[in-house]
T-cell receptor, first 111, second 113 residues
Framework: QKEVEQDPGPLSVPEGAIVSLNCTYSNSAFQYFMWYRQYSRKGPELLMYTYSSGNKEDGRFTAQVDKSSKYISLFIRDSQPSDSATYLCAMSASNTDKLIFGTGTRLQVFP | GAGVSQTPSNKVTEKGKYVELRCDPISGHTALYWYRQSLGQGPEFLIYFQGTGAADDSGLPNDRFFAVRPEGSVSTLKIQRTERGDSAVYLC???????????FGQGTRLTVV
């Protein structure tokens, strides 16, 4: 079993939809949780960063962490075609530890 | 420019050959990371440098892989006796310090034929 599980998709939604992306994990030591966006043939870029449990909102993006269920989510409101990319979750046990990534979920938002 | 720069963008090599992949981090960033991303997978950690020294090389898959950062800036990932299974995108990232946000380069796509 992988430490971090993520549905690879693809997920295809119409413009304006609310998108929900999720990861589960097995290592209870993970404390730092991140979401990266990766466009085709580009490196990942950090979208959201959360420490421990709770919610964090930034514009159209909301990250949620439920440590009791070992489950994290990223919600995208009012999705746009420019949101079409692969979304990677990543986590670590400390802010100086290596990141463990999920496989990524490919999202396509069609006009 | 100011982003993380990786060269070459693409590299095709024959099985058994030696390759070098270069990473130019953001100026002033002391932490540098190498990751490998296989098709349909997330990045996998290879090695982390703090300054000139490899602080964590636990992700290097075997002794065919080696990385250096002799002056604490540019880093080179070296792969000896390449195998087809080494085909992947090799990503480099840098950060101001270990607990700061890491910025990724666009990667080097390595294909071993």
């Amino acid at each position: 079993q992988k430490e971090v599980e993520q549905d690879p998709g693809p997920l295809s939604v119409p413009e304006g939809a609310i998108v929900s992306l999720n990861c589960t994990y097995s290592n209870s030591a993970f404390q730092y949780f991140m979401w990266y966006r990766q466009y085709s043939r580009k490196g990942p870029e950090l979208l959201m960063y959360t420490y421990s449990s709770g919610n964090k909102e930034d514009g159209r993006f909301t990250a949620q962490v439920d440590k009791s269920s070992k489950y994290i989510s990223l919600f995208i409101r009012d999705s746009q075609p420019s949101d079409s990319a692969t979304y990677l979750c990543a986590m670590s046990a400390s802010n100086t530890d290596k990141l463990i990534f999920g496989t990524g979920t490919r999202l396509q938002v069609f006009p | 420019g100011a982003g993380v720069s990786q060269t070459p963008s693409n590299k095709v090599t024959e099985k058994g050959k030696y390759v070098e992949l270069r990473c130019d981090p953001i100026s002033g960033h002391t932490a540098l990371y190498w990751y490998r991303q296989s098709l349909g997978q997330g990045p996998e950690f290879l090695i982390y440098f703090q300054g000139t020294g490899a602080a964590d090389d636990s992700g290097l898959p075997n002794d065919r892989f080696f990385a250096v950062r002799p002056e604490g800036s540019v880093s080179t990932l070296k792969i000896q006796r390449t195998e087809r299974g080494d085909s992947a995108v090799y990503l480099c990232a840098s950060s101001l310090s270990r607990d700061d946000e890491a910025f990724f380069g666009q990667g080097t796509r390595l294909t071993v034929v």
